[in-house]
């Protein structure tokens, strides 16, 4: 899952196929979407698990979002979907749109699964030190961003750089990008948890010890 900017589309509603776009239209096609059960009501790429909530959202697979065919639409976390549209981040969290970090040790989608959890553990658990030393650590990977890419240490700026980019250097993007990950910010998905409580949701199927093995890979 690369680093993502929406280019085909000059302005896509923040309410796109989410659970806030209350379209007749829109509200199908999430339900078929989320029955499929290949699907698995799980996140296409991190396997968050949704439960019977609605917190996931639609992604369009070769970015065209007027392309609704069964195989063009998965589910995806919130976490995983704002990836591949990194210029919306800032509209739908104002003030809260993350940070870009160097974290070549593990991919993105390792890096929203394991968030998950510690954005789950942080609410159930908000004065553990271990917990908030684990974010801290993530948040200091800012700082080991090589000098090259130096100006691109905020997703709004990453975003106006891949914008400008050719349509040939945009494809291969993953090899100037390689190990930059988008770290989440944590204040605006802490008011989830109590949402997955009553609706049977998992932040991962991965189970604890492993995200304990992701934490000390990274050095958390």
């Given at each position: ?53 609605q ?26 979907h ?18 870009i ?108 010890d ?11």
């Amino acid at each position: 899952m690369l680093l993502s900017v929406s280019r085909k589309l000059e302005r896509i509603s923040l309410r796109h196929f989410s659970r806030s776009d209350d379209g007749l239209a829109s509200q199908q096609l999430r339900k078929n979407v989320i029955n499929i059960s290949a699907h698995g009501r799980r996140c296409h790429f991190c396997n968050l698990a949704f439960g019977d909530g609605q917190h996931f959202e639609i992604h369009n697979v070769d970015g065209d979002h007027t392309n609704l065919e069964s195989q063009n639409v998965v589910p995806a976390c919130e976490l995983c979907h704002a990836v591949h549209h990194l210029d919306l981040v800032w509209r739908k969290w104002p003030g809260y749109s993350g940070k870009i970090i160097f974290l070549p040790e593990i991919n993105q989608e390792q890096l929203n699964a394991m968030f998950w959890a510690l954005v789950f553990a942080k609410k159930m658990k908000p004065e553990s030190d271990e917990i908030s030393n684990a974010i801290a650590k993530l948040e200091s990977r800012q700082q080991a961003i090589p000098d090259f890419l130096d100006k691109l240490r905020d997703p709004f700026s990453l975003s106006v750089f891949l914008k400008k980019l050719s349509d040939q250097d945009y494809e291969n993007r993953g090899a100037l990008l390689n190990g930059l990950r988008w770290l989440p910010p944590v204040d605006p998905l802490l008011g989830y948890v109590n949402d997955w409580s009553s609706s049977g949701s998992a932040f991962s199927q991965l189970h604890p010890d492993n995200w304990q093995q992701l934490l000390t890979v990274v050095g958390a």
